[in-house]
Nanobody
């Protein structure tokens, strides 16, 4: 198991933007890498993912606001979050999968807090 490292969280006002970064070893780019989040009192959910071909998927709650991308040269997967809402407040994590379940160990994540 590999633990990916997230960064870039912070406090932002509603309507604002943040970009999260996930350090991904180059050999894991053949996997699907996803961004997940856990809001207070809720289960962890998948919000966006990018597969080995570069194809992306988003949850309905973030579609058209969030963009996942990757930079192989920087060994990084990004999550650009625009038009943030208070309900986006959560700890954000990244992980990787080959089939249905995440394979890596969960790290500490990065806190995103959106104020009204």
């Amino acid at each position: 198991q590999v633990q990916l490292v997230e960064s870039g969280g912070g406090l932002v006002q509603a309507g604002g933007s943040l970009r999260l970064s996930c350090a991904v070893p180059v050999y894991l780019f053949r996997y699907t890498v996803g961004w997940y989040r856990r809001a207070p009192g809720k289960q962890r959910e998948l919000v966006a993912e990018i597969d080995a071909t570069g194809s992306t998927k988003y949850s309905d709650s973030v579609k058209d606001r969030f963009t996942i991308s990757r930079d192989r040269a920087e060994n990084t997967v990004y999550l650009q979050m625009n038009s943030l809402k208070t309900e986006d407040t959560a700890v954000y994590y990244c992980n990787y999968r080959l089939k249905s379940l995440p394979l890596g160990s969960w790290g500490q994540g990065t806190q995103v807090t959106v104020s009204s």
